[in-house]
């Protein structure tokens, strides 16, 4: 199956400053990318769908300035998590859907990554 | 009303046994089905879809859709200790252009040796 490689696996970092998460797929090009959030026994959250070359959706609630998206190819979207605060640790995965398969409904999900922030 | 309910659990069964999960889903519209499997710490990792009504059988996995009673279902035969995980229902919302998931929370499965 299609591969999408998400770093760095784990994160600690100090209050106010900020984290970028990437998200790559790494033998398909993927023109959309998701964005989900888990905090511990809750399920998967969605944040955003990310559009390579147009501006992020956002899900309700979800501040944009402070989860900035970036899809700048059709295999790599970013996350950054900006002035970081200790409630926005969580558990964040991407996902990616392959381009060349319009009506797949599967989506390829990447290893995630513990932020944690002190 | 919650979107997609699954029971927490942990659901505890004894390994060779038939685990049976379930899921239910607010929206009459939803198209897509999807059983998810994730153990602690980790990404999900898809096991079956389903999207019409009936059984859907892969291995040891069986997934039961009834889109009259908005009810999905995922059964696993010969339970084994590494089948031990979380389980995801998720549903695709009715009318997106693209692969828009709502999950579940998860039932938590234990299958002891």
């Known amino acids: 199956g299609a591969v999408v490689s998400q770093h760095p696996s784990w994160v600690i970092c100090k209050s106010g400053t900020s984290v970028k998460i990437e998200c790559r797929s790494l033998d398909f090009q993927a023109t959309t990318m998701f964005w989900y959030r888990q905090f511990p026994k809750q399920s998967l959250m969605l944040m955003a769908t990310?559009?390579?070359?147009?501006?992020?959706?956002?899900e309700q609630g979800v501040e944009k300035d402070k989860f900035l998206i970036n899809h700048a190819s059709l295999t790599l979207s970013t996350l950054t998590v900006t002035s970081a605060h200790p409630e926005d640790s969580s558990f964040y995965i991407c996902?990616?859907?392959?381009?060349?398969?319009?009506?797949?409904?599967?989506?390829?999900f990447g290893s995630g990554t513990q932020l944690s922030v002190l | 009303q919650k979107e997609v309910e699954q029971n927490s659990g942990p659901l505890s069964v004894p390994e060779g046994a038939i685990a049976s999960l379930n899921c239910t889903y607010s929206?009459?519209?939803?198209?897509?089905f999807f059983w998810y499997r994730q153990y602690s710490g980790k990404s999900p990792e898809l096991i079956m879809f389903i999207y019409s009504n009936g059984d859907k059988e892969d291995g040891r996995f069986t997934a039961q859709l009834n889109k009259a009673s908005q009810y999905v279902s995922l059964l696993i035969r010969d339970s084994q200790p590494s089948d031990s995980a979380t389980y995801l229902c998720a549903v695709k919302r009715r009318g997106s252009g693209y692969s828009t998931l709502t999950f579940g929370k998860g039932t938590m499965l234990l299958v002891s040796p």
């Open positions: 990310s559009n390579e070359g147009s501006k992020a959706t956002y």
């Open positions: 996902s990616a859907r392959d381009r060349g398969s319009q009506y797949n409904e599967k989506l390829f």
């Open positions: 929206d009459r519209g939803s198209q897509s």
